[in-house]
């Protein structure tokens, strides 16, 4: 049974997603650097990825969204571009300070894709708050 | 894009949300058409135009004279 939603509440939905994805991929961060609890930066992985779902689900309500959406995805893709070339570097980089006791390279990979979905909220609210009068 | 939607719209007494049902988009479109700081796809552009029964030109003003 398909139940319809109206424009302005899928609009709605789909900014709501926006800032709270946002906030948690920000608190997913801080949570990783403070050494919060597994549970509680599992909450915050949870979050993001409930908000990516409805994003998807939500960016089609009209072409203002869609654009939101497309200049969020355009700086991951950004991000990921330039982790693909640019974390051997790093690794490389921080492996020779560090020692390679404490290899980076899967580090690097996993900051990576973290680093892409946050380039995509901080691209998608950019895009937004041009876009505000 | 500098548009008179704003204008129109007063005329007609229609708050941003009666306008964006009338267009079938949100209402955080149409705020952004106002402002100029979204620019409407061709086909909403004609919705636009049609509704209002205005031309394209009327409404849109792309600053090339």
Redesign the interface.
Known sequence: MMIKIS??R??TSF?ASAHFGGLAIFAYLAGRMANWPDFAIGMTIGITLASLLALILFSR?????L?LWHAGVSAGFIVVALAFVYAPVFAGWSDTFLGTANPTQAAAAQFAGMLAILAFYVGLHVRWL???? | MNNRLRVLRAERQWSQADLAARLDVSRQAVNAIETGKHDPSLPLAFRIARLFAMPIEAIFDDGIS
Request: net charge neutral; proline share 0%.
């Open positions: 424009q302005d899928r609009a900014m309500t009209d072409e203002y969204l654009s041009r876009s505000r009068a």
